[in-house]
């Protein structure tokens, strides 16, 4: 528990495989370039994100295509009116190199003597929800209404978009859903989009089991997507 490795499901051609993770990193089957969207270079996917700020344009879906469109130009669906779905991007923004990751003393002891299980795409459904449900200091709801939910599960259908799942012993023997996190991947590029912890730890233990899984990926950028 919290470091046995377990064989996982084979998930869609191209898509992680569904499983549980443990200390280190799982087999994947793989990741994929998006079809008809720019395969950039690394550094010019960055010198793109650096040459915008703030609100860039509207769309009145959120469709796979378009998201997988306008996601290697740095931009991202933050809210809707009903009407319309807003895209902004960040200059600067805070990004994260996996190979440079840094487990401080007391996550890493966390991570040696907690007993915890961590999972890639076992829940993604639950954990976009309760993403959803977590208070943000200083917002009032969440940019994650019905509609973001169903399309980002639309594009984690179709092998896009990944979740992370910290779980502990509920106590009777089983397990429940602590904390995690989700978060698009095209290409070597990683786009966290959110996470939630329901017990202390939990999302931190996630991340942490979920960086070098993305290096092994072959993600060389996690895009925070904030200042």
């Known amino acids: ?44 996917r960055v010198r793109l994100i650096r040459e915008r700020d703030g609100l860039v344009g509207a769309s009145t879906d959120l469709s796979v295509a378009r998201l997988l469109t306008f996601y290697p130009h740095g931009m991202f669906p933050w809210h809707g009116d009903g009407r319309f779905f807003y895209w902004f991007t960040v200059s600067p923004r805070a990004v994260l190199y996996p190979a440079k990751l840094h487990i401080g003393r007391s996550l890493a002891k966390t991570l040696r003597h907690k007993p915890y299980a961590v999972s890639v795409n076992r829940a993604f459904a639950s954990v976009i929800a309760a993403c959803a449900a977590a208070p943000r200091e200083g917002q009032q709801g969440t940019w994650i209404g019905h509609d973001f939910q169903v399309a980002y599960t639309r594009l984690h259908q179709s092998g896009h978009a990944h979740s992370f799942e910290c779980w502990y012993p509920d106590g009777q023997g089983g397990r429940q859903l602590a904390g995690g996190l989700y978060g698009v991947q095209i290409g070597c590029v990683f786009f966290g989009e959110s996470m939630f912890a329901r017990q202390s730890d939990a999302s931190k233990i996630a991340f942490a089991h979920a960086v070098p899984y993305l290096a092994e990926c072959g993600v060389q950028l ?3 997507q904030m200042h």
Request: aromatic letters at 4%; charged letters at 15%; one cysteine or more.
């Open 222 to 224: 996690i895009d925070c």
């Open 1 to 44: 528990y919290g470091h046995a490795v377990t064989a996982p499901q084979t998930a869609r051609a191209g898509d992680y495989k569904t499983g549980l993770l443990g200390k280190g990193v799982g087999t994947v089957s793989g990741t994929t370039e998006i079809k008809g969207t720019p395969n950039l270079p690394l550094r010019a």
